[in-house]
């Protein structure tokens, strides 16, 4: 089945690493933890786990009981009520190779925002009306294009 977080292996190796994450990756499991630190493959093909019933799931678990894969909705919530319920401020890093996922990752990050922060002033609308700002910083030059 694969470990849902890679601190629980015996064996840290690269080859270890590596298993780990293919032998997910074909069970459609594309997120896997390191600790706190969240690695999702690019499965190029749509996957059933973005849903509303998934996004509230996520957002009704606990943080720390571990109940759920790893999942980008996981790092949304910690965020989440980190930023509301704690007062602390909140940074979420994005990063990898061109064409990663990495523009999609952050329009999954923002539908989460969104859903769960619903207002009746249309924060969610501001929310989702930011994606082309970030779609442009997604599309820009890079060292590989």
Do not use: C, W
Not at 123 to 140: D, M
């Amino acid at each position: 089945v694969g470990v849902n977080n890679l601190i629980d292996l015996t064996d840290l190796s690269e080859r270890s690493i590596l298993h780990q994450l293919r032998v997910r990756y074909k069970q459609d499991k594309i997120y896997t933890n390191v600790g706190t630190i969240l690695i999702s493959i690019n499965p190029y093909k749509v996957l059933p786990m973005y849903t509303r019933n998934i996004i509230q799931k996520y957002h009704e678990a606990k943080i720390s009981d571990g109940e759920l894969d790893p999942h980008i909705f996981s790092i949304s919530r910690r965020a989440y009520t980190n930023l509301f319920d704690e007062r602390q401020s909140q940074s979420i890093i994005i990063s990898g190779e061109s064409g990663a996922g990495k523009t999609e990752a952050v329009k999954i990050f923002m539908q989460y925002l969104a859903d769960v922060a619903g207002s009746e002033n249309g924060v969610e609308r501001k929310i989702l009306e930011a994606n082309p700002v970030l779609e442009a910083f997604g599309n820009s030059k890079t060292v590989r294009n």
